[in-house]
């Protein structure tokens, strides 16, 4: 008579996950946790749970959690650079204005699908160290140097008022996230849900029309 095989004690076994899957689940657990929290308040073990992996499967991949947060935030910068890649190679050869129109767009679309990310730079941006020295540098700096060449040609063209750059691109910053950051607080003020389309729309056509000068 034949035995029927033994079944192995403790936990049941899971069906193994490829690398990439569960190092992509991290990521996106600890880009929450790090926006809700802070990366004082996300511990390793919330990060590890929320991303459905044993804590020994993300200390696998990362061994500590500032080196997390690095890769988190990378990951971060990657993926909106993807997103807005393609609007930003279609606008090549259009007058500076309309690149900028273009651009604007596409950012508040961005921020709509991905508010975590202007919540995590307040998170970090409210203290004084080394990761927002990290952000500056890593982040911050090669963005604001791209976005302050087509201001400069939009001011030139008398499409926007002169301005300092750096005030203006932290405005436009701040106004394209708020409705996304702050979404909770709309829904309760207003009553809107700022994540349909319409009020994406609307809120994009309002920027543009509040800062360009046809």
Not at 102 to 107: A, C, G, P, S
Request: contains cysteine; neutral net charge.
């Amino acid at each position: 008579m034949s035995e029927a095989p033994l079944r192995q004690r403790g936990r049941p076994g899971r069906n193994p996950r490829p690398v990439e899957d569960t190092r992509t689940a991290i990521l996106a657990a600890a880009l929450t946790l790090f926006s809700e929290r802070g990366f004082e308040g996300a511990a390793m073990r919330d990060i590890a749970a929320k991303a459905g992996v044993e804590h020994s499967a993300l200390r696998y991949h990362f061994t500590d959690k500032a080196s997390l947060w690095r890769a988190a935030l990378s990951d971060l910068i990657d993926h909106m650079n993807a997103e807005m890649a393609a609007g930003w190679r279609a606008s090549r050869g259009l007058a500076p204005v309309e690149r900028l129109k273009t651009f604007l767009r596409d950012y508040v679309r961005y921020c709509a699908r991905h508010p975590e990310h202007a919540r995590i730079m307040v998170q970090e941006a409210s203290g004084d160290n080394d990761r927002v020295a990290w952000i500056a540098a890593e982040i911050v700096g090669p963005q604001h140097r791209g976005l302050a060449a087509v201001l400069e040609a939009v001011m030139a063209s008398g499409h926007l008022p002169r301005l300092p750059i750096r005030s203006l691109i932290y405005i436009v910053s701040a106004a394209a996230q708020a409705p996304f950051t702050l979404a909770y607080e709309v829904r309760h003020a207003y009553g809107v849900d700022t994540t349909s389309d319409a009020e994406i729309e609307a809120h994009a056509d309002t920027l543009i029309r509040l800062l360009i000068r046809d």
